[in-house]
């Protein structure tokens, strides 16, 4: 079955310094990948997606992706956080049935000044 | 445009009560999808309407069930709660229900069980 798996619950970072998060994933074919971000109160916002083509995805908000097969993830970077970037931000992956949609238990991202 | 939008925000019974949350759904958008978010985890999928449909279900018993209307609005209904049911019920949107559509998401219901 397919899953997703985000390491990190909670990241600090300083504002103004890159930020990673880790995704990584299982599923048999070739994935429909997704990061959402969900700020409090707030519903998820879809920051970027991967469906084939260029391994290195641009999103919204100065945030990028990249889709590695060999090693199974899908990576989210900003090359620097700004402090309205603490939210929670949530990995997915398309079943493939194409109507379910799974997410990661989402990795919390604290800024600090 | 309107977006998608949920009502109510908040939401308190107590066990064995019955639940109906409700979602418009953003304008021209046919296909609606269900989740379920427990405090500290990313969204479960509960079900999916496309066109009045049910289109797909996820590992959710018979007592949560929807519907979808001819304006594609939707609701939610879920029998005999129990305290497990306490999470936030998000509701998105897409275009249509093929592959790779992009959701928009609600809001969101906050529904505590006690």
């Known amino acids: 079955a397919q899953s997703v798996t985000q390491p990190d619950i909670h990241i600090t970072v300083s504002e103004g310094a890159s930020l990673e998060l880790r995704c990584n994933y299982s599923?048999?074919?070739?994935?429909?990948l997704f990061w959402y971000v969900q700020s409090p109160g707030q519903g998820l916002q879809l920051l970027l997606k991967?469906?084939?083509?260029?391994?290195l995805v641009q999103g919204i908000k100065g945030f990028e992706a990249e889709f590695k097969r060999s090693q199974s993830s899908f990576n989210l970077r900003k090359p620097s956080v700004h402090w309205s970037d603490a939210a929670e931000y949530f990995c997915?992956?398309?079943?493939?049935?194409?109507?379910?949609?799974?997410f990661g238990a989402g990795t919390r991202l604290f800024v600090k000044a | 445009e309107t977006g998608v939008t949920q009502s109510p925000t908040h939401l308190i019974k107590t066990r064995g009560q019955q639940v109906t949350l409700r979602c418009s759904s953003q304008s021209g958008h046919n296909t609606v999808s269900w989740y379920q978010q427990a405090l500290g985890q990313g969204p479960q999928f509960i079900f999916q309407?496309?066109?009045?449909?049910?289109?797909g279900r996820g590992n959710f018993p018979p007592r949560f069930s929807g519907l979808q209307f001819p304006n594609y609005s939707s609701e939610l209904n879920v029998n005999a709660l129990e305290l497990d049911d306490s999470a936030l019920y998000l509701c998105?949107?897409?275009?249509?229900?093929?592959?790779?559509?992009?959701?928009?998401f609600g809001s969101g219901t906050q529904l505590s069980v006690l």
């Open positions: 998105a949107s897409s275009l249509d229900s093929g592959v790779g559509e992009k959701l928009f």
């Open positions: 997915a992956v398309e079943d493939t049935g194409g109507f379910k949609t799974i």
């Open positions: 309407y496309y066109r009045e449909e049910e289109n």
């Open positions: 599923y048999g074919a070739t994935p429909y």
């Open positions: 991967y469906f084939s083509g260029d391994t």
